[in-house]
């Protein structure tokens, strides 16, 4: 069997390379002559550009999660839903991506060959990653895990692993990934009790041993693969036994085995380490049961006051960390060998160290002096201080997203990275420079050169968070908005604060734009405020003074934006809210405390805005885009904020939240892109939005939610920012993949078609037709007698009972937006208004006006929520009289109507329509 599984092994290996040897010229080299330092390093160096989007560099980590040293300055560490190997020296990231869910944790095989990564959410999946060349080679989807795997842990042959589910009843697997396999090879549910178990850790010498911890217990196992020969039932659960200790001891943190392997240690928050060993019966022949049964906590160790937060066997020293930050070697014995303190580092999450030397000493015989080089005293004389250094450099994260290296032959801390500890919320990009500045809650601002990538500058604000962030038109000034409601503006390359702090809002600051001019700069605020700000001259230097506030919104604000006045150079500026206002500011005519409105429109009746824009000049008429909660975007003529186009958005599962237009490339000048951001995934749409689409990507960006959106001033990368993840993404721009995607759903009206029930050639297709035919004979005269003029147009004023004809119900304002789309769609070009529609614009119309997922019957049984009375049956109903009154309905209907009538009565038996439910539904 193990003969097999090494074939296995080797027959992965050799699969990838033949696989990669097609990608990148590898030559012939089989797996074993590999040098070193391969990690990642194999990945395919031509990115395949088949996808619109594609993800370039990961900023921030989980700090919760442990970082891995894959070789002396080659991380490895979570960001979101992916797995970064991240190359500091050579500064180059290769990215593991393929969980739909925020990584939950990971582990990496003794070689560091193979890296195990498991997720949390709906649908969760175990991948196994070949970590050089990023392929995941095996990927579980364990239906039975529920909503995921909260621990993972790999033998040291690498062939088995270990996953506990998250959840109450938590479920604990053995996989053999190297197998087929679906089902683990072995598992247990645990009981409740037992506390939640998350962390495990397999016996480095035999991987049919393990054991987890949570705060209150430890369990050990020991299980039998269901193929081995002992096919009796139950063999195929692990044995477990559990066992806790008083409170005295604080709570288990971490366990490891003790490198004699007899041994298993728990380090507790009290500062003692546990040792558990088995009770031993003389001259009973000792069977693995009994190993497993008799185990009990043999010794405590007091080793330290403070809490100890990592335990870690390496070869045949045990290492600790503590909240301290302080790093100590222990011998066997568990005497301090070697201390290594950092003041000011705070708790440590995980301690690494650099792959074994390539022949790693016989565990068993060595003892822990072989870790270490240049011993020049005796390990008794404790007093007289020893100079020692493991000959491994390690890696520490802390629990505030620092990640220090630690070369031994200095005992030097290196800070690595030093990442955002809380949400990032804020990113901008600078108007002519490779710069991206992201802002914490934490207070960190940070200006990082997203094309060498570097870090250019940071900045720690202690007193606040950074909740907004914009750069000026020019370059020179970043303007923060905090959590506090300050606004500072800072010089763009110190990062300097230019002006006083401005206090003039009384809640967290959403939104902060500067104007084309940077004469005014304006924010919004959690407290429904607008407030702007006026250029003033100081100095040589300009800075901005306080102007006026306006509490213009009843509802959260969620965007401004400034522009430009037609007839000149003059700013203007807009802001739009959830209480579906458009408002318009007049900034000439506002002085100091008064922030004078020019007008101010209902945009939406049912659905509320979500986004908005400037809509790149298509034609003479400027317009304003804005998408709201049900996946529509609409044009509004700017001057007189009419609704002059109504559209299917993007439907990815959640609408639109941020929106931005790509900068025009000189290359094509007359193309236009939107980026955009919905809940969880960041797209790019073709401009003009049509409702075709197939005109439209998007993809998981921050499973948890994104929070913001920005773009590079050329327009090739996106970036987002993942809020609670901490993370913030820059994503590659491809518009030809994106064209290509976009051509292959079909060309004028096909994509459109697909979009109605049946297609072209299906029943609806056929009786729309038949309507519209019909409309038409009517329009002429039933009756009339002379030929026909065989027209494809209708006159608008049908367009309504089309509509209802074929199903779709429009609101009385819905009907006259859609009239006067049609009636103004040549106006600026022509003057004239349009009095007729034909078949092809008329599906178009229905395709983007009708609401995007059907009727849904919640829509509809709100509606009887409202307008009905209990029958008694505990059914709303609509008496029969009120419904006719109410649907101001013809007499026809009459015959047909019960005297009551229920939402699924009127869903079904009057309007004949079959709704679909589940409501949600997602079309990609
Ligand atoms: C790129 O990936 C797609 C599928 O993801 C595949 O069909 C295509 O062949 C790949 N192209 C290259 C050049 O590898
Ligand atoms: C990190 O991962 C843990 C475990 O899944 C999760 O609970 C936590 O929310 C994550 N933290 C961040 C910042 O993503
Ligand atoms: C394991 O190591 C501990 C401490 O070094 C020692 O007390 C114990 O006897 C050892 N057990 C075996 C089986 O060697
Ligand atoms: C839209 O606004 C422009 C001015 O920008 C105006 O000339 C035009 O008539 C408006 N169009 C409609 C259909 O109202």
């Not at 080659?74 to 839903?81: D, G, I, P, R, S």
Request: one cysteine or more; a negative charge; aromatic letters at 10%.
């Amino acid at each position: 069997e193990e003969v097999l599984m090494e074939q296995d092994l080797n027959a992965v290996g050799i699969a990838l390379v033949l696989l990669l040897g097609r990608r990148a010229a590898l030559g012939h080299c089989a797996l074993p002559c590999y040098p070193r330092g391969l990690w990642g390093r194999l990945f395919p160096t031509t990115k395949n550009f088949s996808s619109p989007q594609s993800l370039s560099w990961a900023l921030g980590y989980n700090s919760s999660l442990a970082v891995h040293s894959m070789e002396d300055g080659m991380l490895l560490y979570v960001c979101a839903h992916t797995a970064v190997i991240h190359d500091v020296q050579g500064s180059r990231q290769y990215h593991l991506q393929g969980h739909a869910n925020v990584i939950s944790c990971l582990c990496v095989s003794e070689d560091r060959r193979w890296v195990a990564t498991a997720d949390r959410g709906p649908d969760p999946l175990i991948i196994v990653w070949d970590a050089f060349s990023g392929i995941p080679v095996r990927t579980i989807f364990d239906s039975r895990a529920g909503c995921g795997v909260c621990a993972i842990a790999i033998s040291r042959d690498a062939k088995c692993l270990v996953t506990i589910s998250a959840g109450v009843v938590q479920r604990v697997c053995v996989w053999r990934w190297t197998y087929p396999n679906e089902s683990p090879v072995c598992d247990v549910e645990l009981s409740p009790e037992f506390g939640c178990q998350d962390f495990v850790i397999f016996n480095p010498q035999n991987p049919y041993e393990f054991v987890s911890n949570s705060k209150t217990q430890v369990i050990f196992y020991l299980w039998v693969s269901r193929t081995a020969e002992k096919p009796a039932p139950g063999c195929d659960r692990p044995l477990l036994s559990p066992q806790t200790l008083g409170s005295a001891v604080g709570h288990f943190t971490q366990s490891a085995f003790h490198f004699n392997a007899t041994q298993v240690l728990t380090g507790t928050s009290a500062g003692k380490v546990v040792v558990w060993d088995v009770e031993r019966k003389p001259g009973l022949p000792e069977e693995p049961q009994d190993r497993l049964h008799g185990m009990k906590a043999i010794k405590l160790v007091p080793l330290q006051e403070e809490s100890l937060t990592v335990l870690v066997v390496l070869e045949s020293c045990i290492v600790t960390g503590d909240v301290r930050g302080q790093v100590k070697f222990y011998n066997g014995h568990l005497q301090l060998l070697v201390c290594y303190d950092h003041s000011g580092t705070s708790p440590i999450q995980s301690i690494s160290f650099s792959k074994a030397p390539p022949d790693p000493p016989d565990l068993l015989k060595s003892n822990c002096v072989t870790l270490f080089r240049g011993i020049r005293a005796s390990w008794s004389d404790s007093s007289n201080s020893v100079s020692l250094t493991p000959n491994r450099n390690f890696i520490l994260s802390t629990s505030d997203a620092t990640v220090l290296r630690v070369a031994t032959d200095g005992a030097d801390f290196e800070k690595v990275m030093q990442e955002a500890k809380e949400a990032v919320v804020a990113i901008a990009c600078h108007p002519q420079q490779a710069w991206l500045a992201m802002g914490s809650h934490c207070g960190l601002l940070k200006v990082w050169d997203y094309q060498q990538p570097q870090l250019l500058t940071s900045r720690i604000f202690p007193s606040a968070g950074i909740q907004c962030l914009s750069y000026d038109p020019a370059g020179s000034f970043l303007a923060a908005g905090f959590t506090d409601g300050s606004v500072l503006v800072l010089d763009a390359i110190s990062l300097l604060s230019c002006c006083e702090v401005f206090r003039f809002s009384h809640g967290p600051i959403t939104h902060i734009c500067f104007s084309h001019d940077s004469e005014y700069l304006a924010t919004a605020d959690e407290k429904l405020a607008v407030t702007v700000y006026k250029r003033v001259l100081q100095n040589e230097r300009g800075c901005w003074e306080h102007l006026a506030g306006l509490h213009s919104h009843y509802k959260p604000i969620r965007s401004i934006l400034f522009g430009i006045q037609l007839d000149g150079s003059e700013p203007r500026l807009l802001s739009l809210g959830e209480d579906r206002q458009l408002i318009e500011y007049d900034l000439i005519s506002s002085s100091k405390d008064q922030l004078v409105v020019v007008d101010r429109h209902r945009i939406e009746q049912d659905a509320v805005p979500l986004c908005l824009a400037w809509y790149p000049l298509f034609s003479t008429e400027t317009f304003i885009l804005t998408a709201n909660s049900c996946y529509k975007m609409k044009l509004y003529n700017s001057t007189t904020k009419m609704c002059r186009k109504t559209l299917l958005g993007p439907t990815y599962g959640s609408p639109l939240e941020k929106m931005q237009i790509l900068p025009e490339s000189a290359a094509q000048p007359q193309k236009h892109y939107l980026a955009y951001i919905t809940k969880d995934k960041v797209g790019l749409q073709i401009l003009p939005v049509d409702g075709n689409p197939h005109k439209s990507s998007a993809f998981i960006c921050h499973p948890d939610g994104v929070s913001d959106l920005a773009v590079s001033y050329d327009g090739r990368y996106i970036f987002t920012a993942g809020g609670s993840d901490r993370t913030v993404l820059k994503w590659e721009v491809n518009l030809n993949a994106l064209e290509a995607v976009a051509s292959l759903g079909g060309e004028d009206l096909v994509p459109f078609y697909r979009l109605l029930e049946g297609g072209q050639d299906g029943e609806f297709f056929r009786e729309l037709e038949d309507y519209f035919y019909y409309v038409q004979l009517c329009n002429q005269g039933i009756d009339m007698l002379e030929t026909r003029q065989v027209s494809a147009y209708i006159p608008l004023e049908e367009i309504p009972f089309v509509m209802r004809a074929i199903g779709f119900y429009p609101s009385e304002e819905e009907i006259e937006d859609m009239i006067n789309e049609v009636k103004f769609s040549e106006y600026v070009d022509s003057g004239e208004q349009v009095t007729k529609i034909n078949l092809e614009d008329f599906i178009k119309l229905y395709i983007n006006h009708r609401p995007a997922f059907g009727l849904s019957m919640k829509t509809i049984r709100q509606a009887f929520q409202v307008l009905g009375y209990d029958n008694g049956n505990g059914d709303k109903v609509i008496d029969r009289g009120d419904l006719l009154s109410l649907l101001q309905c013809r007499a026809a209907l009459m015959e047909e109507i019960p005297e009551e009538i229920t939402a699924e009565g009127f869903t079904a038996g009057i309007l004949g329509l079959s709704i679909a439910e589940p409501e949600k539904r997602t079309v990609k």
